[in-house]
Structure formats: C-alpha cells, structure tokens
C-alpha cells in the first residue's frame, strides 16, 4: 500500500481523508487547525506539523484547499510539499482553484519527475462523507490510473477529463449549473410564497415533473426549513464563479448568468452572510420582494 498525505481537514478534507484512513491506508495529515489534526490523529493518522514533513512522509499527497493562492503557498512556499518532494511521487490537488494554478503546479512538479492532477469534486459534505462524490480530473493517464483506486474510496463518479487543468474547468462547469438553479429554485419558492401557494408544495409537485433535480429536492428542502449552515459557504461558491468568469474573459465568452449569480453572492455577503450555505441566495431574494 502507498503512504498516503492529506492536508486540509475542512468540511470536505476532513471526511475525505478519514474515508482513505477507514480503507486501511497509512495517513499523514496537516492543517493549520491543529485540533483537526488531532482528531483524526486520535483515529490512527499521523499528524504532521508542516506541508513539508506530510510531503516526505509520502508516495500520494492530496491536499483539500480554499483557494489558488493557498495551493501555491502549500505547494511552493517555506515548508511546503516542493521542499520534500521526490521523484516518483504524486501530487493530487482536489482543491477547486484556477486552471492556470493548476497548470503551473504540474509544470514546477514535472521538472521534478513528480506527477500531479487537478481534481476538484462535486457532491458537498454528505457527498465527502459517504464517498459518492463525483471527482473531475486533469493531467495524464498513467498518474490518473495510479490515483484512480483511492479515488474510488472518496467517489464513485470519476472521470480523467483531459490534461492539465481540465478537471478545473469542468468544476467551474459544474459551478456555474449549480448557483444558477440555485437561484432559480430561489426565484421559485420565493414566487409561491408571495402569490400564496404554498412553497413546500410546489417543490413537492417539481420533483416529480421535468424540473426535477438533486439540487431541488437538497436545496430546496434546505430553502423551506430555513437550514443554512454550511454543506458549502457562499464566499466560496462566490470564489468559485469568479474562476469560471476569467475562463470565459480568456476564452471570449459572455456568461451573464453566472455573472448575476456572482452579483447576488455579493450582495449576501455584503451584508455578512457569507459563511452561510449558498442556498441562502433565497433569503436574498426574499428580501427584495418583501416577503
């Protein structure tokens, strides 16, 4: 068995790596957060004090991160995964970053004869705990099928969607879909409460008809108990659009959709919601009807 490396134990990282530690895998984890570290520690993993010693005590590291800049900064800076990297390796970033992040991890790893993917996921915290995500590659065929049965322990939609960066821009693919129904769901609900239909109702009837989605039926049962504590926190949905944004600023490609959903985002955060599940977008809604 390979050693396996995790850093990032957050809402997704966390459960992430304990599927891998369950599956009988030698972990090493690290995180900023300590009492993270601790915890999983107390289940059977390494802990680890820097990105650094993870890297050195592995074959695969993962990592599960906010955001571009904290890839580079775990990957290139003092005491990051460059410093105790070695030939053979491999790097998996499971992390939804920009696709030129991703591309400029691979080509700084490869002169180091260290593969590496990009991996983002889709299927939010119960999606991470039961194992079902589903996960959007990028990069080579060999290093994908080296990384494809632990793959297997967090996912069961798993698809190499071309080389470097490819799996990136299927996620903001991905993200795009998701704020926009959400909005949608949003705009729904919000409409049969103000013409006084019951909203609960509504998205009973929907489920069965040919607006039927998975995002409906979680969300929109999230919308009605008024639950928005975080599977995913809006500023991060909100990051997330602004990388599918540039991609289309580079490819020439007016997304004004994704642009709106990425205004109302604004918004909710302005007003300090940002930490709550973007199903909140319908308590932005709500507000600008009145109800």
Known sequence: MERIGFIG???MGKPMARNLLKAGFSLVVHDRKRDQVEELAGEGAKPAMSSREVSEKSDVVFTMLPDSADVEVVVFGKEGIMEGIREGMLYVDMSTIAPATSRKVYNALREKRVE???APVSGGDVGAREGTLSIMVGGMEEAFQRALPLFEIMGKNIVLMGGPGAGQVTKACN???VAVTIQAISESLTLARKAGVD????????LGGFAQSRILDLHGNRILNRNFQPGFRTKLHRKD?????QIGREVSLPLPATAYAAEMMNSLI???????????L???VEQLGNV
């Open 9 to 11: 134990l957050g809402v």
């Open 116 to 118: 590496s993917l990009d």
């Open 175 to 177: 993200q795009v879909v």
């Open 199 to 206: 909203p609960a109702r509504v998205r009973d009837v929907l």
């Open 241 to 245: 659009l602004a990388i599918a944004l």
């Open 270 to 280: 302005a007003q300090g919601k940002g930490d709550l599940d973007h199903s909140a």
């Open 282 to 284: 319908a308590l932005l």
